[in-house]
């Protein structure tokens, strides 16, 4: 099993603990997991954005 898969099957295992627990909780971990990488690349300069997609093009052909 891939990491990415098995971060995301853990994420929502905990998602689904915190809704039970508090709704609100769950809601902020969620926006959170969403925002902070969204944030992150815009922080990103042009000729870095560029080069990720390239390398994430060579992944894709690689497999």
């Keep these: 099993m891939a990491p990415h898969v098995r ?3 853990i994420g929502v295992v905990i998602g689904l603990i915190l809704f039970i627990i508090n709704p609100w909780l769950a809601i902020g971990v969620i926006v959170l997991a969403i925002a902070i990488p969204a944030i992150a690349y815009a922080l990103l300069s042009p000729s870095q954005r560029a080069r990720l997609r390239q ?4 992944r894709q052909i690689g497999s």
């Excluded at 390398?55 to 060579?58: D, I, S, Y």
């Design 55 to 58: 390398a994430r093009r060579r």
């Design 7 to 9: 971060y995301g099957i």
